[in-house]
C-alpha cells in the first residue's frame, strides 16, 4: 500500500470535529493508518483549526467542516471567522458580490431613514437615571429606584409589524435545556411577522441590496432563509431543541442563572409595565437626540441578572430585524460598523456553529449592539 500512496488523494486528518490539511491516508478501511501521527499538535492547534481558514482558502465545500472559506460561504454564511483575513484577496470579496464596508455604511443610512414606522420623540419618555462604570456593571445593585420607562404610546404597538412582532414573544420558553414546542398556530405568527417586515420600504430596501449582491435571488428565497435563520431551532443543552436566534435576541433566554440575549426594548417595556423587570442602571447611552436611540442596560427580570443588555431603543421592529439580518450576511462573527444618522455604530452577530439548515446554512447565535 505505501508504494501506491502517492496516487491517493490528500485528504485532511481528523481533529477536533474536523480534517488537519496535509496528512495522507494510506490503504483502505480498517487498515488505513495515518504517516504523520496527531499526537505532536499542540491542544491549542486541535481547539482552534475547525474555525480557521489558515490554509484552506477556496478549500471545496464539505459538510464535515465546521466552517467554509470558498466562494460561496458568504452566501450561506457559514465562512470562517478568519475567512475575510485570509482568504479576501483570493476568492468572493474580490467580485462586484462583495460587501464592501463602505457599502454597509450607505446601506444602512439607508435603512435608517426608511424606518418610517419608528417612535416620534413625544411617544416615548425614558428615564435613565444612573449611570454604571465599567466596575460597577456587575454588582446587581439597583442604583435606579424608579423605571426606565416614564411613558410609551401605545398606539404605536398596533401598527401591524408591530402587533405582529408582540404576538412571537409568549412562544418561547425562556430556560435553555428545554425543548420548544412550536404549533401550528405559533408558525402562523411568525409568516404573519416575516409578511409584515417584508411590506415595509426597510425591509424591501435591504432585500434589493442584497440580491443586488447575489446573496438571494428571489425575495421568495429571502423570505424563506429569513424563517429558517431566525426561527429554526437548535439546541443550547443537551440535544433539546430549545432554542433559536428569534428567542434569544429579542425574547430573551435564561442560561446558569442569568439573563442571556433579550436586547429588545419593546419586550423590556412590557415586562417592565408586568413588574418583571427591574431596571437598575446603564453604563451606555448613544448619541442620538432623536430615535432609534441606544442603551446599555442593567437589569433583573425575575430576579435573573443581565450585566450588560444593549438595545435599541423606540425602532421599528423591522429596523432591529433588517439591520441584524444584513449584518449577520455581510459580517458573520465579527464587529459589523454601520451609520446611522451620520453617527458611526456597530453590531456583533455570531452565527451557531454545532448545526446547520439547508447547505451548510447557520442559524443566528446572536446579535446585538456594541455598547462599549
Known amino acids: 500500500a505505501e508504494g501506491c500512496s502517492r496516487d491517493l488523494p490528500r485528504r485532511r486528518a ?91 455604511l450607505q446601506v444602512s443610512e439607508q435603512l435608517y431613514k426608511a424606518d418610517h414606522n419608528k417612535a416620534q420623540p413625544t411617544d416615548i419618555a425614558i428615564n435613565p437615571q444612573y449611570q454604571a462604570s465599567p466596575d460597577e456593571t456587575g454588582d446587581q445593585e439597583d442604583r435606579s429606584p424608579l423605571p426606565l420607562y416614564k411613558y410609551v404610546n401605545e398606539k404605536l404597538f398596533s401598527k401591524p409589524t408591530y402587533a405582529s412582532f408582540i404576538k412571537l414573544l409568549d412562544n418561547y420558553q425562556r430556560a435553555t435545556g428545554r425543548e420548544e414546542e412550536v404549533t401550528a398556530e405559533e408558525l402562523r405568527e411568525q409568516d404573519n411577522f416575516l409578511r409584515e417586515v417584508m411590506k415595509t420600504e426597510l425591509m424591501k430596501k435591504l432585500f434589493a441590496f442584497l440580491y443586488q449582491k447575489n446573496r438571494y435571488g428571489s425575495e421568495q428565497e429571502f423570505l424563506a432563509d429569513l424563517k429558517e435563520m431566525w426561527f429554526g431551532l437548535y439546541s443550547r443543552g443537551d440535544g433539546e431543541q430549545d432554542s433559536s436566534g428569534f428567542e434569544h435576541v429579542f425574547s430573551g433566554e435564561v442560561k446558569k442563572g442569568k439573563v442571556s440575549g433579550f436586547h429588545n426594548w419593546i419586550r423590556f417595556y412590557l415586562l417592565e409595565k408586568q413588574g418583571a423587570v427591574n431596571y437598575f442602571s446603564h453604563n451606555f447611552e448613544g448619541p442620538w437626540d432623536t430615535y432609534p436611540d441606544v442603551l446599555g442596560l442593567q437589569f433583573s427580570w425575575d430576579g435573573f441578572y443581565k450585566e450588560v443588555g444593549s438595545a435599541f431603543i423606540g425602532s421599528s421592529p423591522e429596523f432591529e430585524f433588517g439591520l441584524y439580518t444584513l449584518c449577520f450576511i455581510a459580517r458573520p462573527g465579527r464587529a459589523c460598523h454601520l451609520s446611522l444618522g451620520g453617527y458611526s455604530l456597530s453590531i456583533q452577530t455570531y452565527p451557531w456553529t454545532k448545526s446547520t439548515y439547508g447547505n451548510g446554512r447557520r442559524y443566528i447565535a446572536t446579535a446585538y449592539v456594541i455598547s462599549s
Open 14 to 104: 481528523w481533529a477536533g470535529g474536523r480534517m488537519l490539511p496535509g496528512h495522507v491516508w494510506l490503504g483502505q478501511g480498517g487498515g488505513s493508518v495515518l504517516r504523520t501521527t496527531l499526537l505532536f499538535l499542540s491542544p491549542q492547534g486541535l481547539y482552534t483549526a475547525p474555525d480557521s481558514c489558515k490554509g484552506r482558502c477556496q478549500e471545496p465545500y464539505s459538510p464535515e467542516d465546521e466552517c467554509h472559506c470558498n466562494d460561496e460561504c458568504e452566501r450561506y454564511h457559514n465562512c470562517c471567522e478568519d475567512y475575510y483575513r485570509l482568504c479576501r484577496e483570493e476568492g468572493f470579496s474580490r467580485s462586484h458580490d462583495a460587501i464592501t464596508d463602505e457599502e454597509l
